[in-house]
């Protein structure tokens, strides 16, 4: 069956620091790759997306992420967060009609 | 301003009251989704609808119905058959599949948190 798993929950981090949510998936075909994010009272919004091409890919706002094939992986990376990217950070899949989401990883950013 | 709309953002009901959530789209996307979230489960999706007058069930489709008359309109329908209503219900659209789309991103509406008691 069609899987999406995010390794942590909740992230607590300091302004500053570096940030990785892994993220791996299971689906037997060609996908696309895409991280979502939920900022508090805000919409969900695309973050950034692959499909083809250069495996690592960069977002909105620094963050960027990359398509490891070989280990069903599309972690998810910073260099230095923010307060503000304190927010709820979605993996999914899309094979075909359905995306599949992970559960999601809550990240907390320390002034 | 091109975006989804849901209403209303909270509703509240009496168990064995069917409800019925809105969400209207004005992106002219062929394709239209129905998610819940709880926490630490993401998002589940309920139904789908490619294409006008046409829909399939997701993953945890028991207890809902929904109806595609309209491109522009995708309405979920809870009912009393649904044993655990209540949580944060979301509605995306994307280009379909169908068109032959690469990238099939969503675009997501504000939610409806529906409260059941």
């Known amino acids: 069956a069609q899987s999406v798993s995010q390794h942590n929950h909740h992230v607590i981090l300091s302004e500053a620091a570096s940030l990785e949510l892994g993220c791996n998936y299971s689906y037997g075909g060609t996908v696309n790759l895409f991280w979502y994010v939920q900022y508090p009272g805000q919409h969900l919004q695309l973050l950034l997306k692959?499909?083809?091409?250069?495996?690592l890919v960069k977002g909105i706002k620094g963050f960027e992420a990359e398509f490891i094939k070989s280990k069903f992986s599309f972690n998810l990376r910073k260099p230095s967060v923010q307060w503000s990217d304190t927010a709820e950070y979605f993996c999914?899949?899309?094979?075909?009609?359905?995306?599949?989401f992970g559960a999601g990883t809550r990240l907390f950013v320390k002034a | 301003d091109g975006g989804i709309t849901q209403s209303p953002k909270y509703l509240f009901r009496k168990e064995g009251q069917n409800v019925t959530l809105s969400c209207e789209q004005n992106?002219?996307?062929?394709?239209m989704y129905w998610y819940r979230q709880d926490p630490g489960q993401g998002l589940r999706l309920i139904y789908y609808?490619?294409?006008?007058?046409?829909?399939q069930k997701g993953d945890i489709a028991e207890g809902y119905s929904v109806s595609r008359e309209k491109k522009e309109s995708f309405p979920l329908t809870v009912t009393s058959a649904q044993k655990n209503p209540t949580a944060f219900y979301l509605c995306?659209?994307?280009?379909?599949?169908?068109?032959?789309?690469?990238?099939?991103?969503?675009?997501f509406g504000p939610g409806t948190r529906l409260t059941v008691t």
């Open positions: 992106l002219n996307h062929d394709a």
């Open positions: 609808s490619q294409i006008v007058n046409d829909f």
């Open positions: 999914a899949v899309n094979g075909g009609f359905k995306t599949i």
């Open positions: 692959y499909f083809s091409g250069d495996p």
């Open positions: 995306a659209s994307s280009i379909s599949p169908l068109a032959g789309a690469h990238s099939y991103e969503q675009y």
